[in-house]
């Protein structure tokens, strides 16, 4: 039991020690762990000999402790553990110790590239639906492999961090006009945040995930549809995503979800031999998505088609080196149920069917002012639960 | 005149005076600049004050160098002619000499975001014919907007790097299959180097596309046909692409390029205001792509039908920022014939017209062992002429 006040119940408690970079009193970001309501300050704990990472938590990303590998994962978290509940370390650990009301989250880490997939059947299958009705929900190749492409790793932002309502061309009957979206939409992801990298001509199996992916971040792919649909094809989504990609501020280490492993979805058809795992797992995190206030989505990442494991091989599978603090996301989280959609554009169908909030404004996509908070749940050991840091922004007007 | 010998008459001579970073003698790898057959080490001569650059051209990456902005890199390329016209510098100077031929070129910045466009008109439209035979080549949207992607900035590698055979997925009437890719393709391209970023929310319209971009490089965005066509819809081209993109070592500055620029095709339909340039300019830059040592094709980058300042302004329209070090390249260059296309597939017509080489080989894609070589010749001031940094790669098999 950890002699930090108040956190032994708290979703942030030793089962969890999400790590994060803080601003705090004007000093440079600081890496920290989150601990019940304060964080421990580990730069100040690896100057003082409290933690030993090869002074990779005296940096303002984890970038460097990220690369270290899992073994210097787990000691570091073991050591975290034992500064957090041994009463001999009190006296000095106590110190180190901010109130998370004092503190601001900023990037935690440096983004190598960022691939957002496009892994849940009922996301494919609804958009499918919306932008090509009559036609087959699924195209032909998403049931073989998990589709991706490649996002904007410069725009990928800190929650918190105001969006801007982006601006850009759409089409219309009398030809594409330009001026400020009028779809702006979210996508409720997990992001899966690389700690070892490998070198060009390398692959990851599907078996060795747990040796490259250091932790575990929420995200909000901030999408406008009507810049998305006019420019997609051939090639894929560019300016209707490219503006802002939100993270949560804490990374929570895979180490934290051991009990939230869950069997995925079965596949059929069967996939190729690269694709296959030996136990195919999922993990069972409840995500919330709160408009206004409001709670208006509960997506299950359980229902996910494609596992982290295999987007990660499929990333790997040409030969496509891993960088540190490379991002990749899996794709809006939308359950079977209308009221378990990752995005407004399947919560509203399209906008044809607008949702009123509490109180009592009817919305269909974002308009200026609305702000969006989303959270998940994980079960932790013991019948614990851990909450992910969350990931929040608010719509400002277009400039 | 430079007193630099034989740099008279070079394609590198003081009218050009690329950047770049090399290794040599076990050194850390050190920024130079290019001249006649030599390398001016640029790192020693910082050191020695011949040249002032804030410590910025101590580094083993452009990055810091390109991030000052246009007045100082003309004060930096002004002074460079200074020490290698004037006799009084030469004995302080010609000990920092290196030969072209003791040097080993790095990749000479850090990438930030890697963009492609798709701006050859030519091309797309080939491609458009080759993919989507009996419906209109160009879609609904190509002329309104330059479509663009971003691509995987880890797996930019140095001209030079050996390229291995990608595998993944490609469709068969039997369903798809794992295996290396058979229709390994080029495309010969133009990357431009932004040096002066931007922030979040910031637009750079047309007429400020020389404040920010720095130079320019050949690319060889390598491209495996099988995997694209079956991965790339609806979110576009992924690991098709990612397993390598090359790009030159040699960086040349937008000063060399002041005598190409020439008048850019027309637009027709109009384009949206914020498209629009007071006088559309392209650069007159003459490719070049040699398969195993036979020229197949000379690409005229004068065709282009969106401008790179164009490119520039529709990419941060949306308000994306600009990082020092952020690539984007102009897509696939192609003439109207078939000895200026930059791609194998449309130089061989989806592979349906092979082409045979000097040495009576006969090819569609890339084999094994082959070799491509891209070259690009800009006009320089009074009748000279520059030649960009090369770009080269040779095709090793799957692992």
Redesign the interface.
Known sequence: VTWVQGAADSPYGLHHLPYGVFRHRGWVPRIGVRIGDFVLDLEAAERADLVLAGGSLRRSVLNDFMGLGRPQWRAVRARIVELLTEQVHRPAVEPLLVPVTEIELVLPFAI??YVDF?SSEHHAGNVGQIFRPGQSAL?P?WK??P?????????V?VSGTDI?R????R?TPD????GPSVRLDIEAEVGFVVGVPTR??DRVPTAHFADHVFGVVLVNDWS?RD?QA???????????K???TSVSGWVTPLEALEAAWVPAPEQD?PV???LREEQRRGLHLELAVAWNGTLVSRPPFDTMYWTPAQQLA??T???????TG?LYASGTVSGPERGQTGSLLELTWGGAEPVTLADGTVRTFLEDGDTVVITATAPGPGGATLALGEVTGRVLPA?
């Open positions: 190598g590239d496009y195209l190749n073989h492999l589709i991706g492409y490649h996002g904007r790793a410069g725009t932002v801007v982006p601006s850009g061309q089409s030809g594409p006009v330009f060009l001509g406008a810049i006019w420019e997609y094809q051939p090639l894929g989504p560019f300016l209707g490219s503006f802002a058809p190729l031999d690269y499929h990333l599978v040409n030969g496509a080196s891993l960088r490379d400039r």
